[in-house]
């Protein structure tokens, strides 16, 4: 018997192995030359993320992985933001060389850390989950290569706004000095939230390689990790909640992995039911019908509200992580993605944790023990200088998930305070003073060279069509909603005595979770139909941006909520018709990737053809578009040191007026 489990296990891993080398064939067949510096950019996270290990295993101890993809990102913000900290307050130049020494130190900071564990006998490495870790690591590299292959058959940094986005690179790149000096006003430097461009610039720099390349290699890793993240977290989620349940083993392992691999499509390469509805039911009726069948064109699914019909006075726009993906600006909420899904996998690590510690009734608030315990917690500190960081990256994360911060910690304090209403309101109160002020000092140098373009707080005048808002996050509200009540249904009937402390107390970790970002994801929907913040977008668009940025993380939260919450329905609920309104929901969330397929269709070409892929150079569109200029361009490039303001023709803005400057 043992022979026969050495064979398998022996088979198993030439598998693997097999696998891992057709792949790299497969991604040097793909890429071509590229290969190099996707490779080096894959590795680099990789080693990253290993030598942060002793720091995120201790912080993601609970899940079966040690937060291993989390590691990779957690290694990125710290060294990044460290990086340009000391370079925002003068103490270093931003160059590749200080670059490497602040990641150097960091590792050496780790491995310090490392000895200490291994002397308390901690362990900090997933040793007895590698498959789990190849599996996660495999998906990464997948869904890394498939969107760098396919940003390969558009890689021109031209058109929409990535003049800007590319802009920022290069200033940042010939900069020693943040923030760069702006490349479009003289008199000043970027006056914008430029961290995301910034961490694309970092990686550049510690790797060696070409603004030129990572321009793209940027937006494709981070779309890789929105894949493998969601899958991590998500995958974690249903193991905790699967644990005691009376089903067969191939069940229990299977059910997390569908689980976070539903999530992983949601976040990264689904689209919404506007493309469901209008590219696919629509069309089908007119067919049938005789009736001209409609066109569809990407981009309606992210400008419905306002547009179809249109209204001159309310034009809104609702994007989400696939769109930005096939489209290929490199945003500051396009960056952040990453970040924030390390922040909601770190509150779901926390909630998990604290909610088993009960603290007894009779402790004292008075007692100085009892405020350490509630004010150094590593999770929450950690939390705090990532939402700090937002306000450099992109500040509506900063407030969305400040409130969703609060959302969790006040239901943990709920559960861990009995339902003692005085400490639950002064604890939580406390805490998120703590995590304010904590975000706002970590980020002072940024803030105060900053001027807000924000006027306030407005009354929104106009408000969506239901059927409008029914199209776009219907689906996962459906899901959500349906969730909600099923935990409900189960736990309100067997309690003899309703609190709200015995309700909390009797749901699972997993679910509760699943609840406050269900919720958290419907709260971010309405707010836009009530207020929005006044900025330059006042005439005609007033709402589009609050909309656009709160939708855009509901839009994430739906999506783990939903890849969670199918599969807790149908294995867990015991009524029939939970059962079916999740298996609906998971035939229409499939059905909604075929966005991806129709929005790569439209954006890229004809894909399944390797001899059209035309690499990751993101400047050959001035051989092309701007033949007359790319000589000068080039020698400027080569031979113009530091970061110059270029005055070119006045003209409209992200046209060919730009172009100089740009590049």
């Known amino acids: 018997m043992e022979q026969k489990n050495k064979k398998k296990i022996s088979t198993q891993t030439i598998i693997k192995l097999l696998l891992a080398v057709v792949l790299l064939g497969l991604s040097a067949f793909l890429l071509k030359g590229d290969v190099w510096t996707f490779w080096t950019w894959w590795l680099l996270a990789g080693v990253m993320g290993f030598a942060a290990m002793?720091?995120?295993?201790?912080?993601?101890?609970?899940?079966?992985?040690?937060?291993?993809?989390?590691?990779?990102?957690?290694?990125?913000?710290?060294?990044?933001?460290?990086?340009w900290f000391l370079t925002a307050i003068r103490l270093i130049p931003f160059n590749a060389l200080t670059c490497a020494a602040v990641t150097i130190l960091c590792a050496v900071i780790c491995f310090f850390l490392l000895r200490k564990e291994s002397k308390e006998k901690t362990e900090c490495f997933p040793v007895d989950r590698i498959s789990l870790i190849y599996w996660e690591e495999l998906l990464f590299f997948l869904a890394f290569l498939m969107w760098t292959y396919l940003a390969g058959f558009r890689?021109?940094?031209?058109?929409?706004?990535?003049?800007?986005?590319?802009?920022?690179?290069?200033?940042?790149?010939?900069?020693?000095?943040?923030?760069?000096?702006?490349?479009?006003?003289?008199?000043?430097?970027?006056?914008?939230?430029?961290?995301?461009?910034?961490?694309?610039?970092?990686?550049?720099?510690?790797?060696?390689?070409?603004?030129?390349?990572?321009?793209?290699?940027?937006?494709?890793?981070?779309?890789?990790?929105?894949?493998?993240?969601?899958?991590?977290?998500?995958?974690?989620?249903?193991?905790?909640?699967?644990?005691?349940?009376?089903?067969?083993?191939?069940?229990?392992?299977?059910?997390?992995?569908?689980?976070?691999?539903?999530?992983?499509?949601?976040?990264?390469?689904?689209?919404?039911?506007?493309?469901?509805?209008?590219?696919?039911?629509?069309?089908?009726?007119?067919?049938?019908?005789?009736?001209?069948?409609?066109?569809?064109?990407?981009?309606?699914?992210?400008?419905?509200?306002?547009?179809?019909?249109?209204?001159?006075?309310?034009?809104?726009?609702?994007?989400?992580?696939?769109?930005?993906?096939?489209?290929?600006?490199?945003?500051?909420?396009?960056?952040?993605?990453?970040?924030?899904?390390?922040?909601?996998?770190?509150?779901?690590?926390?909630?998990r944790g604290v909610r088993k510690k009960t603290v007894p009734v009779e402790t004292s608030m008075k007692d100085g023990k009892f405020w350490k315990e509630q004010l150094l917690m590593p999770h929450l500190l950690v939390i705090s200088v990532l939402l700090g960081m937002f306000q450099w990256t992109n500040f509506w994360d900063f407030v969305i998930y400040y409130v969703v911060t609060l959302g969790t910690v006040l239901f943990a304090n709920i559960i861990r305070f009995q339902g003692k209403i005085k400490k639950i309101i002064v604890v939580t109160f406390a805490q998120m003073a703590e995590i304010y002020l904590l975000a706002y000092l970590v980020i002072l140098p940024f803030t105060l060279q900053f001027d807000t373009m924000v006027d306030g707080i407005g009354i929104a005048k106009y408000h969506s069509y239901f059927y409008q808002l029914l199209v776009l996050w219907g689906l996962p509200a459906v899901l959500t909603i349906t969730f909600v009540i099923s935990i409900l249904w189960e736990k309100l009937r067997g309690m003899e005595h309703k609190s709200l402390y015995r309700l909390m107390k009797a749901i699972r970790t997993a679910d509760l979770f699943a609840i406050i970002m269900g919720l958290c994801a419907i709260g971010l929907v309405v707010i836009p139909e009530f207020v929005y913040v006044r900025d330059i977008y006042e005439n005609g668009?007033?709402?589009?941006?609050?909309?656009?940025?709160?939708?855009?993380?509901?839009?994430?939260?739906?999506?783990?909520?939903?890849?969670?919450?199918?599969?807790?329905?149908?294995?867990?609920?015991?009524?029939?018709?939970?059962?079916?309104?999740?298996?609906?929901?998971?035939?229409?969330?499939?059905?909604?990737?075929?966005?991806?397929?129709?929005?790569?269709?439209?954006?890229?070409?004809?894909?399944?053809?390797?001899?059209?892929?035309?690499?990751?150079?993101?400047?050959?569109?001035?051989?092309?578009?701007?033949s007359e200029d790319v000589s000068a361009i080039q020698w400027l490039k080569e031979n113009i040191k530091g970061a110059p303001v270029v005055l070119e023709a006045n003209g409209d803005s992200y046209s060919r007026y730009e172009c100089v400057s740009a590049a």
């Open 54 to 83: 002793p720091v995120t295993g201790r912080l993601f101890w609970r899940f079966e992985d040690k937060g291993w993809i989390f590691s990779k990102v957690l290694a990125i913000a710290a060294t990044g933001f460290l990086t």
């Open 155 to 351: 890689p021109a940094a031209y058109g929409t706004e990535k003049f800007m986005d590319y802009g920022f690179m290069e200033a940042m790149m010939r900069s020693t000095t943040l923030p760069a000096r702006d490349l479009w006003y003289s008199e000043g430097h970027i006056n914008y939230y430029y961290g995301g461009q910034y961490f694309a610039v970092f990686l550049t720099k510690l790797s060696h390689t070409k603004v030129e390349l990572t321009y793209n290699l940027m937006r494709t890793f981070v779309a890789g990790l929105a894949f493998a993240m969601p899958f991590s977290l998500v995958y974690q989620m249903m193991s905790d909640r699967m644990k005691g349940q009376q089903k067969s083993e191939k069940v229990i392992k299977g059910l997390p992995f569908a689980a976070g691999f539903t999530a992983g499509t949601a976040v990264s390469i689904a689209g919404n039911m506007h493309y469901v509805i209008y590219a696919q039911i629509i069309p089908l009726i007119e067919k049938l019908t005789g009736k001209e069948v409609s066109s569809y064109w990407f981009p309606d699914a992210t400008r419905y509200i306002g547009y179809n019909p249109y209204r001159e006075e309310d034009r809104t726009i609702h994007e989400f992580p696939c769109y930005s993906f096939v489209l290929g600006d490199l945003h500051a909420h396009v960056v952040n993605i990453m970040f924030v899904l390390l922040v909601i996998a770190l509150l779901y690590v926390w909630l």
């Open 541 to 626: 668009n007033a709402r589009a941006n609050t909309m656009f940025k709160l939708t855009y993380q509901a839009y994430i939260m739906f999506a783990l909520t939903m890849g969670y919450g199918i599969y807790r329905l149908l294995a867990v609920s015991r009524q029939k018709v939970f059962k079916i309104i999740s298996g609906i929901c998971l035939f229409f969330l499939i059905w909604t990737v075929g966005y991806f397929g129709k929005s790569v269709d439209s954006w890229f070409g004809k894909v399944l053809n390797p001899s059209g892929y035309q690499g990751l150079y993101a400047l050959g569109y001035l051989d092309t578009d701007f």
